[in-house]
Structure formats: structure tokens, C-alpha cells
């Protein structure tokens, strides 16, 4: 049998160490690390992968793809998709600053509360803090995939519209808007409006920063599942732990970051597995989104 080799193509110019650690822990014998990888110059990469291996030996390759940048891996992602060609592939998984797993572990954890499911009605309305981050717009794709109706919250209303057409450009039929987030929330607007009908908000945005303070969680009075994906302190939600896992907390139930790490994880070492296992697999969030459902 083969040595297990994975190749971590990440488009920052260090590659991540904790993907370097998980890949090992999830069995990979090898690990190959690239740095400052862009679609330029992944393709001589990819071939090295290729064609080193034949037959039933080829499935002991496969390739990560990383970053900090989620536009760049996809960029990336769409190369290597393209590079292959008939049998002649490997397994890839793409987890962009961990944000497709971080993303579907929390889209798992929302669906254990509330009617995910897609043609769904009356649709469950959800927020998303910090839905510009590469956790944060991952988030809003997969809800609103689910059949969510889905407001992307950022601080610049332009770059929540870029996401949102991001979106739409692969999901039609998707209700997902955008909104300017200031983390004040005035009597009687239509942000208060709007948060006032929520059954959903996660929250995505940068370690250490508060979007939704103790009166903006007093007036969202209808939400029914509350997650915090900052493990940092402060809380990027007033009142959450990163350590809750489906607290109840008035009428809502809670998780932190630590509370949905465990579902990550788990569908991060099940993903690097599957990638050695199946080699025509290609693991972007949707998928990655599957393997937590099933698990």
C-alpha cells in the first residue's frame, strides 16, 4: 500500500500550520507544503500529483487547498478542477481559512433547531455578522442553500452586495439580501425591524469584535438559535460562551465557537480521508456541508 501523500497547495505565503497538523492527525503519511500558490503556477503542481502515481495507486494522492483569501482558493480551486482530465485526478478538498467546515459545522448545529431544508415555508430568516469574512459568506451560501432567507451583514453595504451577488450568481433562486451592520440598533428602523423577525444569527466576524451587544439581543425577541463562531474574547455576541453548545438561553438555544468545534473537526478529518478514498471527489463547502449531516 502506498504512502498517503497529501499536497497543501495555500495561496497565503506560509502555508497554515493547524491544516499542516490536522492533515496528520487525520492520517495523511506525507504532507508536500506550497506557499504563495495562485493559478498561475499551480498547474505544474498539480501534474506532479498526476502523474507520479497509475492505476488504483493514484487514490493514495490528494490535495488541499488553502488561504486566508477565499476568492484566491477559489480562483485556485476552479484551476485545478480544470488541470484534470478522464480518470487521470486526485481527491481535492478546498477549507479557505477553515471556513468551509467552520461554516457547515455551523449550519449543522442551526439545523438541529430550526426547518432547513430547501422549499421550506414559511422560510427561516437568518443574519449574518461579519458575512463578508470568508467564514461569514460561507455561512450565508450554505444557509441560503437550505432555503433560509438570508440578510449578509457587514460594515461597508457595497461589500455585503458583492457577496450577496456571489451568491445569487450560483444560487438563482436564493432570498439573500444585503445590509450596512453598525452594531447600533435605533427604536422603531428597519434594522430593528428586521432583527425583531429573526430566527437565526450567527455571527462570523473578526476575533475580539462585539456585533451585537446585550440591547441588540433584547430586541432580536424572536430568534430561536444563536451562534458565535469568535472564540476570542470578547464575545462577538453578548451573552455567549465559546464553550456553549446548545444552551438554552430564554427562548433561544446558544453555541460558541468551541461548541461547533467538535462537529468541525470531525468533518474535516472525515473529509481528508474521503479524499484518499474516493479520487474523483472534489470537497468544496457543499459537500463538506453533506459529510456533517451525515454524521
Given at each position: 500500500?502506498?504512502?498517503?501523500?497529501?499536497?497543501?497547495?495555500?495561496?497565503?505565503?506560509q502555508p497554515s500550520t493547524?491544516?499542516?497538523?490536522?492533515?496528520?492527525?487525520?492520517?495523511?503519511?506525507?504532507?508536500?507544503?506550497?506557499?504563495?500558490?495562485?493559478?498561475?503556477?499551480?498547474?505544474?503542481?498539480?501534474?506532479?500529483?498526476?502523474?507520479?502515481?497509475g492505476g488504483a495507486d493514484?487514490?493514495?494522492?490528494?490535495?488541499?487547498?488553502?488561504?486566508?483569501?477565499?476568492?484566491?482558493?477559489?480562483?485556485?480551486?476552479?484551476?485545478?478542477?480544470?488541470?484534470?482530465?478522464?480518470?487521470?485526478?486526485?481527491?481535492?478538498?478546498?477549507?479557505?481559512?477553515?471556513?468551509?467546515?467552520?461554516?457547515?459545522?455551523?449550519?449543522?448545529?442551526?439545523?438541529?433547531?430550526?426547518?432547513?431544508?430547501?422549499?421550506?415555508?414559511?422560510?427561516?430568516?437568518?443574519?449574518?455578522?461579519?458575512?463578508?469574512?470568508?467564514?461569514?459568506?460561507?455561512?450565508?451560501?450554505?444557509?441560503?442553500?437550505?432555503?433560509?432567507?438570508?440578510?449578509?451583514?457587514?460594515?461597508?453595504?457595497?461589500?455585503?452586495?458583492?457577496?450577496?451577488a456571489r451568491i445569487t450568481?450560483?444560487?438563482?433562486?436564493?432570498?439573500?439580501?444585503?445590509?450596512?451592520?453598525?452594531?447600533?440598533?435605533?427604536?422603531?428602523?428597519?434594522?430593528?425591524?428586521?432583527?425583531?423577525?429573526?430566527?437565526?444569527?450567527?455571527?462570523?466576524?473578526?476575533?475580539?469584535?462585539?456585533?451585537?451587544?446585550?440591547?441588540?439581543?433584547?430586541?432580536?425577541?424572536?430568534?430561536?438559535?444563536?451562534?458565535?463562531?469568535?472564540?476570542?474574547?470578547?464575545?462577538?455576541?453578548?451573552?455567549?460562551?465559546?464553550?456553549?453548545?446548545?444552551?438554552?438561553?430564554?427562548?433561544?438555544?446558544?453555541?460558541?465557537?468551541?461548541?461547533?468545534?467538535?462537529?468541525?473537526?470531525?468533518?474535516?478529518?472525515?473529509?481528508?480521508?474521503?479524499?484518499?478514498?474516493?479520487?474523483?471527489?472534489?470537497?468544496?463547502?457543499?459537500?463538506?456541508?453533506?459529510?456533517?449531516?451525515?454524521?
Amino acid at each position: 500500500m502506498p504512502k498517503r501523500i497529501l499536497i497543501q497547495l495555500d495561496c497565503d505565503s506560509q502555508p497554515s500550520t493547524f491544516d499542516a497538523v490536522v492533515a496528520v492527525d487525520a492520517g495523511a503519511d506525507v504532507l508536500l507544503r506550497h506557499g504563495g500558490v495562485t493559478p498561475d503556477n499551480v498547474v505544474s503542481l498539480v501534474h506532479g500529483a498526476m502523474f507520479t502515481r497509475g492505476g488504483a495507486d493514484l487514490a493514495s494522492t490528494a490535495i488541499f487547498i488553502g488561504g486566508s483569501d477565499v476568492a484566491a482558493a477559489d480562483a485556485v480551486a476552479a484551476r485545478v478542477r480544470g488541470t484534470f482530465f478522464g480518470p487521470v485526478r486526485v481527491g481535492v478538498l478546498l477549507d479557505p481559512s477553515g471556513a468551509n467546515t467552520t461554516a457547515a459545522a455551523a449550519v449543522v448545529a442551526a439545523a438541529r433547531h430550526l426547518p432547513l431544508r430547501p422549499g421550506e415555508k414559511p422560510q427561516p430568516r437568518a443574519l449574518v455578522l461579519g458575512g463578508t469574512g470568508p467564514v461569514g459568506q460561507r455561512v450565508a451560501r450554505l444557509l441560503a442553500g437550505r432555503g433560509a432567507d438570508v440578510t449578509v451583514a457587514s460594515r461597508t453595504l457595497r461589500r455585503a452586495e458583492e457577496i450577496v451577488a456571489r451568491i445569487t450568481a450560483t444560487l438563482p433562486q436564493a432570498a439573500v439580501s444585503a445590509v450596512e451592520w453598525t452594531g447600533s440598533l435605533q427604536p422603531d428602523t428597519a434594522l430593528a425591524r428586521l432583527v425583531e423577525q429573526l430566527d437565526l444569527i450567527v455571527a462570523a466576524g473578526a476575533a475580539g469584535v462585539k456585533l451585537l451587544n446585550a440591547s441588540g439581543r433584547a430586541v432580536a425577541r424572536s430568534v430561536k438559535v444563536i451562534i458565535d463562531l469568535n472564540a476570542v474574547p470578547p464575545a462577538g455576541i453578548e451573552g455567549v460562551v465559546a464553550t456553549d453548545k446548545a444552551r438554552s438561553d430564554g427562548a433561544a438555544v446558544v453555541y460558541g465557537a468551541l461548541g461547533v468545534g467538535g462537529m468541525k473537526m470531525k468533518i474535516h478529518k472525515a473529509a481528508i480521508g474521503r479524499i484518499f478514498t474516493q479520487p474523483e471527489a472534489f470537497l468544496d463547502a457543499e459537500e463538506l456541508l453533506a459529510i456533517g449531516e451525515q454524521s
